[in-house]
């Protein structure tokens, strides 16, 4: 199994709360690392498992006493009701590290979750293998943040020098342990199955979807948008659904982990910015296949060659905290003039610019927008541009080019 940076996250957490939910998308490994994880004596049951999840929902008292504690529960959005019987068992046992919950349905769990296990519930976010993960390197993996600190940390571990074609790779490849731990051999397939088995099991039982093929076609539609700006309107009619619809399918998506939307940076200095999300995809290589790009070179050559750069990187970001057990907060900046900032990371009352550029010779022509962001009457710290150079370079006082590898 490969190291994963969530490892000592969930130790730690699981010795301070009775209960720990672990939510991603499926195949991202969360079963596999709570086993890896799991002391001699913790049980193990699927929800999978439809006479499992038949017990859990219609009687699950028994199902508690059948599978006692401790005990790892998988996929547990299929019987919320066992939250009022794991609450009722906590707190008469007030012992930490009971229960290990998975769910590949993130908001469809948070009401029951809510209301039932607040104060008594960790609940921890997942994706699929980061680059730090892959390069076999989970214990350097730390919240990306551009400041002088995590500059001079970073400069002294030493990654993996890649070129254009090893970021293109691994962009196409994306981050699903199977692939990786198989060399990415049957990725077709391995894609093919995966968005089947969503499609026709999660989204048609867990929300009553029976159109399919309009369904698929969203979900395409939606991967050729990634690093856009979302507008229901447009992809409805290219899609030909009703722009309700569209919604729905889209907080469906977001629900399951394939999709984040990031939302704008906002104050009440900033009346002209546009209040509109950008949506991207979490994994690229389910983007690529969904846009079906064959090889990493034509997706290196061809028209969403520059969005899914960014969608990488805002990916790889988003691992670095949620990864660690933290939540960013990450926005983009776009105002009515036109004038955008790829990332806004704020932190310490302060705000981080982010550029995303495909070349290998960054210039300071790349960060003009950055000048903007004094309206928004906050501290502006240290900017970066994440392109193809392999090395960190300083661009001015305050702004660095970063190798995209490096996060």
Known sequence: MIPR???????????SFPVLLLTGPRQIGKTTLLEKLAEEGRNYVSLDD???????????ALF???????????EVQYAPILFSYIKMYVDKHKISGLFWLTGSQKFHLMKGIQESLAGRVAIIDMLGLSGKEIENKAKESVPFLPSRKWLKESSEHKSEEKNLQDIYSAIWNGGFPKLIVDDNKNRDIFY???????????????????????FYN???AIAARTGQLLNYADIAKDVGVDPKTAKIWMSILERSGIIYLLYPYYNNVTKRIIKTP???????????YLTAWDSPKTLEAGAMSGAILETYVFSEILKSYWHNGQEPNIYFYRDNDQKEVDFLIEANGKIYPIEVKKTATPSLAATKNFSVLKNLKKDIESGVIFCLRPEIIPISQNIMSLPVCLI
């Open 5 to 15: 940076t969530l490892e000592k996250t969930i130790m730690d957490i699981s010795a």
């Open 50 to 60: 439809l006479d499992e999840r038949s017990l859990a929902q219609q009687d699950p």
């Open 64 to 74: 508690l006493q059948t599978h006692k504690p401790p005990l790892i529960i998988d």
């Open 192 to 214: 093919r199955s995966y968005i089947r088995t969503y499609i026709e099991r999660d989204v048609k039982d867990s929300y009553n979807i029976s159109d399919n093929i309009g």
């Open 218 to 220: 969203f979900f395409r």
């Open 278 to 288: 950008k949506v991207y995809f979490l994994d690229t290589g389910l983007c690529s």
